[in-house]
């Protein structure tokens, strides 16, 4: 099941990928998302990779309510989320394989879109304790490529030029073999003629 895309614009130089049912928290992967957009295909790369290893920690825009402040962004809110970094990096690479698929030159890609949702919810309750609702959430993220290039041409026949009846027939003519073609017509047995002499002696008899 392939779900649509959000991101609206059409074009030959546009590669799409895409992951759904995702047992990932999607307010992770939307600030991932958020952090490599628009950023050219390698930086997007090295950035996901060092927050993959805490190296860099990513900046949470919304969904940071009492989340700490780190140096590094200059005492702004963020964090490390190590799965959504590696689940957002194999999507792009997925991205940047079909990129070479139509034929997009590499070294030009960069991040056009990329978003993260939340797809679907699954009633749950607590494992143990008193038991409470903890629902199931699974996420979806998506991306999409900018790059120079066009897509592979569909090869299309020619359209044939309707040639005129007279030249058509000529064609058939030349075409057929010696041997072939109509019949030719028997002459019409010819019926024999009453004697006139016979039609007056019967009207004599009478």
């Not at 309510?65 to 959504?84: D, I, Q, S, T």
């Not at 590696?86 to 940047?96: G, S, Y």
């Not at 996420?139 to 120079?148: F, K, M, P, S």
């Amino acid at each position: 099941m392939q779900m649509s895309y959000s991101f609206q614009k059409k074009g030959n130089n546009l590669a799409y990928a895409q992951e759904y049912n995702l047992d990932a928290s999607y307010k992770d992967l939307t600030e991932v998302c958020r952090s490599i957009k628009h950023l050219p295909v390698a930086k997007a790369m090295s950035l996901l990779e060092k927050a993959a290893r805490m190296e860099v920690p990513i900046l949470y825009t919304s969904h940071n309510k009492k989340l700490g402040h780190r140096h590094e962004l200059g005492g702004k809110k963020g964090r490390y989320p190590v799965k959504a970094a590696k689940i957002v990096k194999k999507v792009l690479v997925n991205a940047v394989n079909n990129a070479k698929v139509l034929q997009l030159d590499e070294n030009t890609l960069t991040v056009a879109h990329a978003a993260a949702n939340k797809q679907s919810v699954y009633p749950r309750l607590s494992p143990k304790g008193r038991r409470m609702r903890m629902n199931y959430e699974t996420a979806r993220v998506e991306i999409v490529l900018r790059g120079a290039g066009k897509k592979i041409a569909e090869i299309t026949p020619a359209a044939k030029q309707a040639k005129p009846k007279a030249e058509a027939k000529e064609e058939k003519k030349n075409a057929e073999p010696a041997g072939e073609g109509k019949t030719e017509a028997k002459p019409k047995a010819e019926k024999p003629r009453k004697d006139a002499t016979a039609k007056l002696t019967k009207t004599k008899k009478e």
